[in-house]
């Protein structure tokens, strides 16, 4: 079974810290990607990885960076934490991405962030 | 508008009812998926699918590829199948494939 493995389920941080969300997936896929979920707005995308060190924008990208240093491992940054970044977080991975490929993606528990 | 609509946002059903979650999109697409959220977070994929008809147990997901839409059907509903199912659609633009999300169907199944 491919297990995505985040590293914390419950976080709370205050204004202004820095904080860095871990994830980790045992089945050498290619493909990470970085949402958050929040009520009424589904899943948006934040940052995808196609491969060690390679990164693309998602959907809002603002106020997050990421780290992709090992093929197995995805760090989600948060600078400077603040209040609207309070969500849940969701890592997932994919063996395949490009046009015409399965796009089966498999997700991590999440992880509950809470910014005070 | 959303790419990706969901109805209903809420459904609370009785032990042993039929269920119908729907799905519409509005952008061309390789593929849709079904995936499951129980409490807690944890997502898991039910069904991807392209044409036609899929079943697994008492699942059946159901794409007309034309009229851009897709169902979630349960039968013999069970109070476990309480949980957020969700559409998401394998999206073609450019180089990569992207997913996109609907928001969400709240279902919970009464004993």
């Known amino acids: 079974d491919v297990k995505v493995t985040q590293s914390s389920r419950y976080l709370v941080k205050r204004t202004g810290e820095k904080v860095f969300l871990e994830c980790v997936q045992d089945m050498d896929h290619e493909n990470m990607f970085w949402y958050r979920q929040d009520p009424g707005l589904g899943l948006r995308l934040i940052y995808f990885s196609y491969d060690v060190k390679m990164k693309e924008k998602g959907d809002i990208p603002e106020g997050y960076s990421v780290s992709r240093e090992k093929k197995e491992r995805f760090s989600l940054i948060l600078e400077s934490a603040s209040t609207n970044q309070t969500s849940m977080y969701l890592c997932?991975?994919?063996?395949?991405?490009?046009?015409?490929?399965?796009?089966?993606?498999?997700f991590g528990a999440g992880t509950r962030l809470s910014v005070l | 508008k959303n790419e990706v609509e969901q109805s209903p946002q809420n459904l609370t059903a009785q032990e042993g009812e039929f269920i119908t979650i729907n799905c519409s999109y509005s952008?061309?697409?390789?593929?849709l998926h079904w995936l499951q959220q129980h409490p807690g977070g944890g997502i898991v994929s039910l069904f991807m699918l392209s044409s036609g008809k899929k079943k697994h147990g008492r699942l059946i997901a159901t794409i007309n590829i034309q009229e851009k839409h897709s169902s979630l059907h349960i039968t013999a509903s069970h109070p476990r199948d309480s949980a957020v199912y969700i559409c998401a659609v394998d999206h073609y633009g450019g180089a990569t494939n992207k997913l996109i999300f609907g928001t969400g169907t709240l279902l919970a199944v009464q004993p």
């Open positions: 952008v061309g697409i390789s593929a």
């Open positions: 997932a991975s994919s063996s395949e991405m490009f046009v015409g490929g399965k796009n089966i993606q498999y």
